[in-house]
């Protein structure tokens, strides 16, 4: 057969292949009665939903708890479809099936322009896009907790769950009593007709099982006594009372304890290993060299009768190092790079984003506004540091740990250990913080790999604060090259953003998704995330990115892209409006014409914050707005300065995240997020010198203190939209506005993250 005769046929049949799987309906993600056989006893209705014994609901719950609420919003969901009190909902651990996969966050990865998304804006091909990125995502079943997504995922998944459950039990009700389904009553979780009979869900659920649930409709807004509500959560009680369990908690019968050292500077391994000095340490069993696993470097593992001696041990005896091959890294040479790459993406750069002719109308212009924005790499710095509990013995392997993605630990466990996936189970913990740092499963491969050189003992792997620190999958430095030029009325005529910067998803992929990961990396969307998305309104425009490669380990950091790249946005049209002379409040406004939510939200936070009224002496506002994981948040940021240094008193926020499942948990993750933004902004930073970063724990890389913590006032714009993403869309705009209430105040623009004043300043 000719090449050409070939290629044609191949193609003709993966077209054929791929409109065929197309035409398919999309996977069901209720699952049947059998999806929990044998899981915590109790009767199945489907895949999410079964009844116990005393007639409490077992929710089946596939995302993991960070601190976030995500375990009493998404109970709330089932509890009002099935009219029963929240107290009365239990969760189980969900399965390792398809139908737990998280849809919302690849259709998430979609790079979708702000408009585009809009209610009454979306064109059929991305209609179309959209829905052939949710069907992909159920036939993968991915199973992460991150992009923000765990609420909007199950939004549809779980309520429609709890109602088909809820139409089981009636009418197994309806049948045993011989009366119409329509004239039973359903109140905190019994059953009756007012003719007398009645029976709780654990008398009907093995008839419920067996029936059709014919017609099924969710409850209407005006129905919801859940929804909306400020219920109480669900893991509070035991975080009280210490009886949590997170991973670094987990003590099981013969336990030991292990200890990691990587080499210090990244990309390094350990040279030749003292064995024998290390088996002389107190209370040391064994030495295990653990080669590069899942992206991480190699390193040595010391195990012991617990943890102190393990890490005790590895500090006393002096180690060798190797440097990586390629040379040392360091942090200030790779921000150069970065600096020039940024000002090549404009031309050179894969294009995100491109309307009219923004090179020519640059060019032609007389005058152009110009700035190079930058940040640098960050870490996680979470509570609980990484850590893994794993056993290996008769051909399994278990394992006990905080992970945003079980499905893929428990992948890696199995390659590590050379045992089919259905060999591993895996026991989710509590989660000490996770910010993306616990979407990677290079501790869980540590753990198995030291297991299985204990003969059957569990064994906990616990990274030191400064490992931790030192060894991170670090949210990447990035830099951006805005060039805008304005027209007569002041409104930017042209905008061009260069930016550049590693791209986090390829290499993620590379450690967790190796099969999925190829050759040549794709561009990536969280690189421009928060630039070509951008909202406002501008005739010419192209925003393109230039990939880089620093070998620096990166990875998926809260908000992701949106943490740096709307500090570029949000900086840079502050500066427009300046260079206009306008307010950046009616700036802002006169950009969002066709984008009210937008508009909305902008002027609720400027209105709450009082903006255009006076401040005391010495204090300054600013705002910014950012659209991110679905959700539209604004804020104004007022400052002053104390000894040279920023000080935020206040920070006023509005938000528009669709429907509102729980308030009090929405707030408090706003405030997390205004928390962690304003850290970042403030001091975060990794430095990188001969390889080796330099910050080890809180001292050098410290988080803003109680004392520090200003006044956050958080207004939910009300919506009957579906819900979006909370977790993290509270982050991107806290810096942008700080900067721009710092220029305020000072008239210094600052333009490079973290926000360090100039030693003297020039009267205002």
């Known amino acids: 057969m000719k ?83 929240l107290a009365r909902v239990t969760l189980i651990a969900a399965g390792h099936e398809s139908l737990y996969g998280n849809v919302s966050m690849l259709v998430d990865s979609l790079p979708l322009s702000a408009r585009s998304t809009e209610p009454g804006q979306q064109t059929r091909p991305v209609r179309l896009a959209q829905w052939s990125m949710a069907k992909l995502a159920r036939e993968l079943g991915i199973n992460a907790t991150g992009g923000s997504s765990s609420v909007a995922d199950a939004w549809e998944p779980l309520r429609w769950a709890a109602a088909t459950a809820r139409q089981q039990l009636l009418g197994a009700a309806s049948l045993r009593w011989k009366l119409p389904l329509a004239e039973l009553q359903l109140q905190d979780g019994l059953i009756s007709h007012p003719s007398g009979p009645q029976a709780g869900f654990a008398e ?20 919801w006594r859940l929804i909306g509500q400020a219920a109480p959560r669900l893991d509070l009680p035991a975080k009280v009372n210490g009886s949590a369990q997170f991973g670094i908690d987990v003590r099981q019968p013969g336990q030991v304890f292990a200890a990691v050292m990587h080499a210090p500077m990244l990309g390094g ?79 050179q750069g894969f294009v995100f984003s491109a ?61 590590v250990a050379g045992v089919p996936e259905e060999a591993v189970t895996v026991h989710v913990q509590y989660l000490g913080g996770g910010f993306g740092r616990r979407l990677d499963v290079d501790h869980v491969g540590q753990a198995v790999r030291v297991a299985m050189d204990m003969g059957g003992l569990p064994v906990q792997l616990l990274w030191s ?33 260069g930016s550049a910067g590693d791209a986090i998803t390829p290499r993620w992929m590379e450690r967790v998704l190796p099969a999925l990961s190829g050759p040549i990396d794709p561009p990536d969307k969280t690189a421009s995330e928060g630039l070509f998305d951008q909202p406002y309104a501008v005739p010419h425009q192209r925003i393109a990115h230039l990939a880089t490669h620093s070998g620096v380990p990166i990875g998926m950091w809260r908000a992701v892209g949106h943490s740096h790249n709307a500090f570029f946005t949000e900086s840079f049209v502050d500066e427009l409006a300046h260079a206009a002379g306008a307010d950046p409040l009616a700036y802002r406004l006169s950009l969002l014409g066709d984008l009210p939510r937008h508009a909305a939200v902008l002027s609720k936070a400027a209105e709450l914050a009082g903006w255009g009224q006076a401040l005391p002496a010495g204090r300054a506002r600013g705002l910014a707005l950012h659209k991110s994981f679905g959700s539209i948040v604004a804020q104004v940021v007022e400052v002053s300065l104390q000894e040279g240094k920023p000080r935020v008193h206040r920070v006023v ?18 405030e997390s997020a205004v928390i962690f933004g304003l850290t970042a902004a403030l001091y975060g930073r990794i430095d990188i010198q001969d390889g080796v970063v330099q910050q080890t724990s809180f ?20 919506s009957t939209l579906p819900p979006t993403g909370v977790g993290e869309p509270g982050l991107p705009p806290v810096a942008p506005a700080l900067a721009n209430a710092l220029f305020a105040l000072t008239g210094q623009r600052l333009r490079r993250l973290p926000l360090n004043m100039p030693s003297t300043l020039p009267a205002r």
Request: aromatic share 4%.
């Open 3 to 85: 090449r050409r005769t070939l290629l044609i046929s191949g193609l003709s049949g993966a077209a054929a292949l791929l409109v065929g799987w197309g035409a398919m309906p999309p996977r069901s993600r209720l699952g049947n009665a059998n999806t929990l056989a044998g899981v915590a006893g109790g009767i199945g209705l489907n895949g999410w939903i079964k009844i116990a014994a005393n007639g409490d609901v077992l929710l089946a719950m596939h995302r993991s708890e960070m601190g976030q609420g995500v375990h009493t919003a998404l109970a709330q969901l089932v509890a009002q479809e099935l009219s029963l009190p």
């Open 204 to 223: 009907l659920a093995k008839e419920a099982a067996a029936t059709p649930p014919g017609e099924v409709k969710l409850s209407e807004p005006a129905q």
């Open 269 to 347: 391994a350990p040279g030749a290993i003292p064995v024998n000095a290390l088996l002389q340490q107190p209370g040391v069993l064994r030495v295990v060299q653990l080669g590069p696993i899942a992206g991480g470097q190699a390193a040595v593992a010391v195990v012991a009768h617990n943890s102190w001696q393990a890490l005790r041990a590895l500090q006393a005896v002096e180690m060798n190092w190797q440097q990586r091959p390629a040379g040392a890294l360091n942090s200030a040479a790779i921000a150069v790079t970065l600096a020039a790459e940024a000002r090549n993406a404009f031309s």
């Open 355 to 415: 309307q009219g002719d923004a090179a020519q109308a640059l060019a032609a212009a007389p005058k152009k506004i110009e700035a190079l924005y930058e940040a640098p790499y960050l870490a996680h710095a979470t509570m609980e540091p990484m850590n893994c509990t794993a056993q290996v013995r008769d051909g399994k392997v278990e394992i006990w740990v905080g992970t945003q993605v079980p499905g893929l630990a428990r992948a890696l466990a199995a390659r």
């Open 465 to 497: 604060r400064e490992e931790d620190m030192r060894h991170d999958f670090y949210r990447p430095a990035a830099a951006a090259y805005m060039q805008a030029t304005l027209a007569e009325d002041g409104k930017p005529l042209a905008l061009g953003l």
């Open 653 to 670: 926020c509005a938000m528009d995240c669709g429907v509102v499942v729980n308030p009090a948990i929405v707030t408090r993750q706003i």
């Open 699 to 718: 001292t050098d890389y410290p988080l803003l203190s109680l004392a520090q913590t200003p006044q956050i006032d958080t207004h939910l714009m009300p």
